[in-house]
């Protein structure tokens, strides 16, 4: 917090000067959550305040946390810490089992609250939004993040809070907003640049992966001093794309407008506990997520003509090739293009007949991938086709039209009698619940993704272990 105060007194002072848009460089705002999962549990139930809580994906003692609460940062769990290690670090640890669809109904109502004080012009994830700033927003942007903020703290809890930065660039703003984690505000001016940064590691700004970091340390560049002062070219022929050179520009304050970007695949994965890592227990957790991308598949009226099953495990096996050490395995299997259930599942099919063959590791996560996307409607059919001149499996386009009915049909019985009115064959229960729901960056869920039926806020998951 105490970057908000020094930035509420400066700001002003700034303002009263009556500076420019290109003066004050607050052209983008944003905003992101702190410790989102596990503070939306902390604001639906005020007993989890003030508390260190672990977010599971599954009622489990042998996973991990995909979220932990300021509380717990502040005892030293790390990020995606397993149960074993956070208890170690934290005994008193609380640990509840994520609700997807919660967090998505909580995303909604705080961008209802966010656009009372101003537009959101991009979500980014379901916790980190960007907002563009006029010339008379940016005159006075200590001000307008207070606002924010406090606007969130009546319509929500104090256990849900933010960071929020504000820069010339996206980009300088979200690397503000992490600075000022948590709960904090920071306004970087781009004439405070490098300096204002260079305390940071590399790994810590977006958009530089591990891998980027290691071309950029094989290269010289290991600080932020030295990554500054690469040119513009140089900074794409690091990167290997135009993305390189988008960075750069981002960093020193110039704005990018990115094209958009187009969907190339719908898949679904989830880690399997481990009374679900049998053989039978793999295809039918690998049959359900395959009928869930499928479903969304046809939401988008796009068809797939490839698949792909992936295998993993969480553990090394000794080999001469370095290659071979990693427990994985993956088929990819073409068919004609279609989104109807009985063609994936007919092409699942013959996927985990090559695993049954091929895998001799215990898989420890399973997911399923439809991709070599077509718009339905540029789907050109083969009028003359017969049966006899197809592919086994590969239906003629009588049948694939009658396949797709079906599926349809499915979708409306599901959309208006509920997730579980109708099912392609038995319904299973998977691990972890929420088939298709599966929150990840850049991917929000909609109400249609859900299987199960909602669940309460106030309804906390307490982990049974």
């Known amino acids: 917090?105490?970057?908000?105060?020094?930035?509420?007194?400066?700001?002003?002072?700034?303002s009263n000067r009556n500076l420019g848009q290109s003066d004050c460089d607050a052209e983008r705002l944003y905003l992101d959550f702190d410790s989102f999962f596990a503070s939306a549990e902390q604001h639906f139930n005020p007993d989890l305040r003030g508390k260190p809580v672990g977010v599971v994906p599954?009622?489990?003692?042998?996973?991990?946390?995909?979220?932990?609460?300021?509380?717990?940062?502040?005892?030293?769990?790390?990020?995606?810490?397993?149960?074993?290690?956070?208890?170690?670090?934290?005994?008193?640890?609380?640990?509840?089992?994520?609700?997807?669809?919660?967090?998505?109904?909580?995303?909604?109502?705080?961008?209802?609250?966010?656009?009372?004080?101003?537009?959101?012009?991009?979500?980014?994830?379901?916790?980190?939004?960007?907002?563009?700033?006029?010339?008379?927003?940016a005159q006075d942007a200590a001000s307008l993040a207070q606002r924010i903020k406090r606007v969130l703290a009546e319509r929500f809890s104090s256990g849900l809070t933010c960071s929020i930065g504000i820069a010339k660039t996206e980009l300088l703003a979200k690397i503000s907003a992490e600075m000022s984690k948590p709960d904090g505000f920071m306004l970087l001016r781009t004439v405070e640049l490098p300096e204002r940064i260079e305390s940071l590691a590399l790994n810590n700004l977006p958009g530089i992966s591990k891998g980027i970091e290691a071309r950029l340390n094989a290269a010289g560049i290991r600080d932020i001093q030295a990554l500054w002062s690469v040119e513009r070219k140089h900074a794409r022929a690091l990167w290997g794309s135009v993305e390189g050179e988008r960075f750069w520009s981002e960093l020193h304050g110039h704005h990018v407008e990115r094209p958009p970007t187009t969907k190339g695949m719908f898949g679904h994965s989830r880690n399997l506990p481990p009374d679900w890592r049998s053989s039978d227990k793999v295809r039918i957790c690998a049959r359900q997520l395959a009928l869930g991308a499928a479903r969304r598949l046809r939401r988008t009226d796009n068809k797939a003509s490839k698949l792909t099953v992936s295998l993993r495990g969480d553990r090394y096996r000794r080999s001469a090739n370095p290659n071979d050490c990693k427990l994985r395995w993956s088929?990819?299997?073409?068919?004609?293009?279609?989104?109807?259930d009985q063609t994936i599942l007919l092409a699942l099919t013959a996927a985990l007949s090559c695993s049954s063959r091929e895998v001799s590791f215990t898989p420890r996560s399973v997911s399923v991938t439809l991709h070599g996307l077509a718009v339905d409607t540029d789907v050109q059919q083969d009028l003359f086709a017969a049966a006899s001149d197809l592919e086994p499996g590969q239906p003629v386009a009588a049948e694939t039209q009658r396949r797709e009915r079906l599926s349809k049909a499915m979708d409306q019985m599901r959309a208006s009698h509920g997730p579980k009115?109708?099912?392609?064959?038995?319904?299973?229960?998977?691990?972890?619940?929420?088939l298709g729901a599966k929150i990840a960056f850049g991917r929000i869920p909609d109400e249609q993704d859900f299987s199960e039926a909602p669940t309460k806020d106030e309804a906390t998951h307490f982990c049974s272990f």
């Not at 966010?114 to 994830?125: G, W």
């Not at 038995?426 to 691990?431: C, F, G, V």
């Open 1 to 14: 917090m105490s970057e908000f105060l020094l930035c509420s007194n400066i700001v002003p002072m700034l």
């Open 58 to 137: 599954l009622d489990s003692p042998h996973t991990g946390c995909i979220a932990i609460s300021r509380e717990a940062k502040a005892l030293g769990v790390p990020s995606g810490a397993s149960i074993k290690d956070a208890r170690q670090i934290a005994p008193q640890m609380i640990f509840v089992v994520a609700r997807p669809d919660a967090y998505v109904r909580l995303h909604t109502r705080i961008l209802v609250a966010i656009e009372t004080c101003l537009p959101v012009a991009k979500v980014r994830s379901i916790d980190e939004v960007v907002c563009h700033l006029l010339p008379s927003e």
């Open 331 to 340: 088929c990819e299997v073409p068919f004609s293009p279609a989104h109807d």
């Open 421 to 434: 009115a109708a099912s392609f064959g038995p319904p299973e229960e998977l691990p972890g619940g929420y």
